[in-house]
């Protein structure tokens, strides 16, 4: 079975520091990789995604993330975060049609 | 707006009573979805419709029923259910099954008493 795993439970930073949020996947084949975002009282939204192609992913309001398929590896990137990136960040893999997601990292960003 | 509507929002009900939360999608996507998301763990995909038909039963237990009329509905029936099920059950909806890039609904938070 494919599993999702997020090393960070929660990450707390100041503003213009810089977040990486790792993400590995248990799949060998073929897999779509996914970051969610779900800010305070929303609704959970897509960041970035991967298919094929560019290993370098860029996404909405700055992130990046990388797909390291030696690594099963799909970490997640900001330079410099924002007070607004306080969230829950989710990362999800798709094989075999089942979306399958982390636990989750909560980042909280200090102002 | 994420075009995906979940109702009721906010949901308290007994461990004898029945009830059902409704999911309605206005993006015109086939695939439809109810995840169950508790504190501290991962998503937990519970069923999986496309083209109304059920294509994924991920051993949930038979106090949930879900039921899906058309492309644009969904509804998950309760009943008799356990404290240990209060949760935020999420919907989400796709336009296909694979290479699914999934748009969710706020959720309703369920807590069973």
């Known amino acids: 079975a494919q599993s999702v795993s997020q090393h960070n439970h929660h990450v707390i930073l100041s503003e213009a520091a810089s977040l990486e949020l790792g993400c590995n996947y248990s799949?060998?084949?073929?897999?779509?990789l996914f970051w969610y975002v779900q800010y305070p009282g929303q609704h959970l939204q897509l960041l970035l995604k991967?298919?094929?192609?560019?290993?370098l992913v860029k996404g909405i309001k700055g992130f990046e993330a990388e797909f390291i398929k030696s690594k099963f590896s799909f970490n997640l990137r900001k330079p410099s975060v924002q007070w607004s990136d306080t969230a829950e960040y989710f990362c999800?893999?798709?094989?075999?049609?089942?979306?399958?997601f982390g636990a989750g990292t909560t980042v909280t960003v200090r102002a | 707006e994420t075009g995906v509507t979940q109702t009721p929002r906010h949901l308290v009900m007994g461990m004898t009573n029945k009830k059902s939360l409704k999911c309605e999608q206005h993006l015109g996507h086939n695939a439809m979805y109810w995840y169950k998301q508790s504190a501290k763990k991962p998503l937990e995909l519970m069923f999986v419709y496309n083209f109304k038909e059920q294509t994924e039963n991920n051993s949930v237990p038979s106090r949930f029923s879900p039921e899906c009329p058309n492309s644009s509905h969904l509804f998950l029936h309760l009943h008799t259910l356990q404290p240990e099920d209060s949760a935020l059950y999420l919907c989400?909806?796709?336009?296909?099954?694979?290479?699914?890039?999934?748009?969710f609904g706020q959720g309703t938070r369920l807590t069973v008493v």
């Open positions: 989400a909806s796709s336009q296909a099954l694979q290479l699914a890039e999934a748009f």
């Open positions: 799949y060998g084949g073929t897999v779509n």
């Open positions: 999800a893999a798709n094989n075999d049609y089942k979306l399958s």
């Open positions: 991967y298919f094929s192609g560019d290993p």
